[in-house]
């Protein structure tokens, strides 16, 4: 170390710091006068090792604590051998969020893949605020530029803007040079006023139906096919709750638009009718809502039908337990809505009807001594329910359109009885010390209903199911699905079965003691069949995935699908991943299926953007 009186200039012949994530190293270190360094024969690297695996190289480097470097020139090596070179670079050195240049994506040019991504700088304005820009220069595409601005105020408020703009260069030899010129713009914004009050928007808007699918790289983004954009406001009262809202959708397939403007909704919680307390008459409970509706539809060919509803209900409950034989819950339900206009043409149609129904449960346990092995109990409980329920027939049902959030009254008279019936089977098990623990072995369910008023069968279907998980790791559920009646017949003449299905799940979780660190193993199946009995038809499959590692720096996973019916694979899929200490390598490969291909990448791991990658057809890393 060597200190100037004169200058107050320190050199230290050979250093070596941590940094963030890596390393610096350097021949020789100058300090200047304030806090900035420089730096001859200087290396950077993320790994721990000496030597390193890799690191960057510069014979002058210009260090700004918590600020930036300033290299010139750089070379990247791997070992001792050099792989790439620049002629300048900045990077940060600052920890967090902060301002900087966003990392680029450029095209393999000797393959034709002429193009540079992402071009563009990121802005850290506040610790409320921040904004980005970026360009796209494509040969075959043209020039696509981006930028969003995002803002929170935490417990606040909270949202994003963003926009993209595209000139797309096409040169047909017959038609000359032409430039179409497309955009995109989307943002949110989410707000809380006050304890209860609650503001939010959002708007979506493209040139054409094809911008999102050429220009996103989500699958999501790409397949989304609806634009919405919406603003609403919400109000909570200690009674109840009060919304707002305007929403559009655009369906850019069949280019119809939908709009809701106004649709607003008044909801009254539920409360007691004779105040609180433990008497009977404390059960009654009631409670009201309502909606009105502003739409119109719009369809591909700009022709427009706008439509306003409005519509009430409400309910009264009461439940009522006698005992502990059995629980009584009858409860009555009114129901109106009314339209600008009717289907001939009417004023202010209005339709109103009401609703009974009333439920009856109870719950039957049962215990059989065993006393074999500490097999206390053959613990059993048996939970039937019957209901009943009606409605009067209403007129005018015909006269209302469909409106999307009202609820119009469908005026059909019903009459209806329900039954189900809830099963519980277990074990009882009692240790030494006679404390008595649970085992839940399986459940079923079963149910039907009789319709006093329809023409024809008046039984319903019914319908069966088990469930049951033995064991932690395997979890099974069967259904079946019965008629009273034979083919066309309208009177029940036997017991006939419809369809059947069966699903079953196992997971197996187990770990590989490796001296140095264990890892983990897994390794899921999942299996579905189902039957139609009448028609036959049968869908039968397995998916099983699998994923271990056969040395402590190997991952390999595998997956597929088959349908065992068709006697085919559908699809399948190997993962390998492997530790190469401060590197890493990813290889999937599918080898048939529209997805057939493969996907090969080696990163630095705590700098994921160097990169070398390769890939063919539609394959990537999950």
């Not at 390193?52 to 791997?78: N, S």
């Not at 999102?212 to 999501?220: A, F, G, M, N, Q």
């Not at 190997?554 to 997956?559: E, G």
């Amino acid at each position: 170390l060597a200190y100037n009186v004169e200058t107050k200039c320190r050199k230290l012949l050979y250093g070596r710091t941590p940094a963030d994530k890596g390393f610096f190293t350097g021949k020789e270190t100058a300090k200047a006068q304030g806090d900035t360094f420089y730096i001859r024969k200087a290396t950077f690297t993320t790994c721990d090792r000496i030597p390193p695996h890799y690191h960057f190289y510069t014979p002058r480097l210009k260090l700004i604590p918590r600020d930036k470097a300033v290299v010139r020139p750089v070379w990247l090596y791997i070992d001792k051998m050099p792989l790439f070179w620049l002629p300048y670079f900045v990077f940060s050195v600052k920890k967090g969020r902060h301002s900087g240049i966003l990392t680029m994506d450029i095209g393999k040019f000797q393959e034709g893949q002429r193009f540079v991504r992402n071009l563009g700088y990121y802005i850290a304005i506040n610790d409320y605020l921040d904004v980005y820009g970026a360009l796209d220069i494509d040969e075959e595409q043209g020039i696509y530029i981006k930028g969003e601005i995002s803002y929170a105020l935490r417990y606040y408020f909270s949202g994003k803007l963003f926009g993209s703009y595209k000139m797309a260069n096409e040169r047909d030899w017959d038609s000359g040079f032409s430039a179409a010129k497309r955009w995109e713009i989307r943002g949110s914004h989410n707000q809380t006023i006050g304890e209860r009050s609650k503001l939010s928007a959002s708007v979506s808007m493209v040139s054409d139906a094809s911008y999102l699918t050429e220009t996103h790289d989500v699958p999501e983004e790409r397949m989304d096919r609806r634009l919405r954009s919406y603003g609403s406001f919400s109000q909570g009262f200690e009674w109840g709750s009060f919304s707002a809202s305007v929403d559009r959708t655009e369906n850019l397939d069949d280019n119809t638009k939908t709009l809701y403007l106004p649709k607003l909704s008044l909801r009254k919680y539920s409360g007691t009718v004779l105040g609180d307390g433990e008497k009977w008459f404390n059960k009654f409970y009631y409670s009201a809502n309502s909606n009105m509706v502003g739409y119109s539809y719009t369809d591909e060919s700009d022709g427009t039908e706008r439509h306003y509803g409005l519509d009430a209900s409400g309910g009264l409950t009461f439940a009522h337990s006698f005992g502990d034989y059995m629980t009584l819950s009858p409860s009555l339900s009114m129901s109106s809505a009314a339209i600008d206009r009717g289907t001939e043409n009417e004023k202010f149609p209005i339709i109103a009807t009401y609703s009974l129904s009333t439920q009856a449960s109870t719950e039957l346990y049962g215990n059989i001594p065993i006393g074999i092995i500490g097999l206390k109990y053959f613990h059993h409980i048996v939970s039937p329910t019957v209901g009943f329920s009606y409605s009067p027939e209403v007129e005018g049902r015909d006269n209302f359109y469909s409106i999307p959030g009202i609820r119009i009254p469908s005026g059909q008279k019903s009459a209806s009885i329900q039954f189900t019936l809830g099963q519980q089977f277990g074990l009882k098990l009692a240790d030494s010390l006679q404390t008595t623990r649970k085992i839940a072995l399986f459940s079923t369910s079963s149910g039907i209903s009789y319709n006093f008023v329809a023409e024809g069968r008046k039984f319903s279907d019914i319908t069966t199911s088990l469930r049951t998980q033995p064991i932690k790791w395997l979890s099974i559920t069967a259904s079946v699905v019965h008629t009273l009646y034979s083919g066309s017949d309208t009177k029940p003449s036997g017991i006939y079965a419809l369809s059947a299905k069966l699903n079953s799940s196992a997971r197996f979780n187990w770990e590989i003691p490796f001296p140095v660190q264990p890892r983990a193993a897994a390794m899921s199946i999942s299996h579905y069949f189902s039957k139609n009995i009448q028609t036959e038809a049968i869908s039968h499959w397995v998916k099983i995935g699998a994923n271990a590692f056969p040395t402590p720096n190997w991952k390999v996973s595998y997956d597929i699908y088959y349908d065992i019916e068709q006697g085919m694979k559908v699809s399948d899929e190997f993962r390998i991943w492997r530790d190469l200490h401060c590197w890493e390598i990813s290889f999937v490969w599918v080898p048939e299926g529209v997805r057939a291909g493969y996907y090969f990448r080696i990163n630095v791991k705590e700098l994921p953007e160097i990169k070398i990658e390769r890939t063919e057809g539609s394959v990537r890393w999950r």
